[in-house]
């Protein structure tokens, strides 16, 4: 057995063989690919990898396909390993196969987290909590905030992960389950990821747009405010109001949302350039009421 090309008790059962290396078989053999069909000579055909394979229910994952990590030796072919799990997931995602995608997520964290892979690790952590935000359930929603606060922890200049963590938590507040969020406080610890994210990133208005929701729903106006003062840039407002008027649900866009960015949000030297927003769109939709508009024509706006 000891010369046996085919003998693969050196490695995990779940990894196929890769020709970097020694260009030997293992235990010493010669090597594997010894020929190419039709010619008759024996040629090594490797398993399908176990994360290429139909993923078991969620509960058996870490029990049963976990206990054995493949550990090479050295980081550049784990490397590689990852990278080509993270391709195959990518697919899944284009498939909208999210328990795949997941599960095939989970072998490169582990691989990763062998072999100190912290960069790639933070992101496809930061993947996980997208996916499990595309999942449906209070157990989705946990695993994408778990992972999220993960990705923080490995590279908190990531302001996606930020984003993502405050999106698994409104979940858990719209469906007024906000104990199950692991925090003192989860209407600020929500309120302040979305603001990490925003003033990392002053390009993502969404962020801040579920901020003034949050702040303005649960009363975290003040916190809201020191948060992002002096971060108001010139023409960031008027896009937030654009943002909250043609990207929000009706149903969640309510006029104490508008005033608030309207009449507190804004620096007291950053006038609201109301040129750029279209307030015909406002009264087409209902979102304001005539308090409101009185309050704009008085500034000038035009209606």
């Known amino acids: 057995m000891a010369n046996n090309p085919h003998e693969r008790s050196r490695h995990h059962p779940s990894m196929p063989w890769f020709p970097w290396g020694d260009q030997h078989g293992p235990q010493g053999g010669p090597p594997l690919h010894t020929g190419v069909p039709p010619y008759g000579l024996p040629m090594f055909i490797p398993p399908i990898p176990i994360w290429e394979q139909p993923p078991p229910p969620m509960d058996m994952w870490y029990a049963e396909y976990f206990a054995n990590i493949p550990v090479f030796r050295d980081r550049e072919p784990a490397l590689i390993i990852v990278r080509e799990i993270k391709q195959s997931a990518k697919r899944s995602l284009e498939e909208e196969d999210y328990l795949s995608a997941l599960w095939k997520y989970q072998h490169a964290i582990n691989i990763c987290s062998n072999h100190e892979l912290i960069e790639e690790e933070a992101i496809i952590h930061a993947n996980c909590a997208f ?21 923080i922890a490995l590279k908190p200049d990531f302001e996606k992960a930020y984003y993502r963590r405050a999106e698994a938590a409104k979940r858990f507040i719209l469906n007024e389950k906000a104990s199950l969020i692991p925090s003192d406080d989860p209407y600020l610890a929500a309120l302040m990821d979305y603001c990490q994210c925003f003033t990392r990133n002053p390009e993502t208005i969404g962020a801040l747009a579920e901020a003034v929701i949050l702040a303005v729903d649960f009363g975290y106006t003040r916190q809201l405010l020191s948060l ?21 649900p009706t149903s969640r866009v309510r006029v104490e949302h ?33 308090e409101f508009l009185s309050k704009m024509l008085k500034l000038g706006m035009k209606i």
Do not use: W
């Open 131 to 151: 996916v499990g935000l595309k999942m449906e359930g209070e157990q989705s929603s946990m695993m994408a905030y778990n992972h999220a606060s993960r990705c």
């Open 228 to 248: 992002i003062e002096k971060r108001i840039a010139e023409g960031i407002l008027a896009k937030l109001f654009d943002h909250l008027i043609e990207k929000m």
């Open 258 to 290: 508008l005033e608030f960015v309207l009449f507190k949000l804004q620096p007291a030297d950053t006038p609201f350039d109301a040129s750029a927003v279209d307030f015909t769109k406002l009264v087409e939709r209902d979102a304001v009421n005539d």
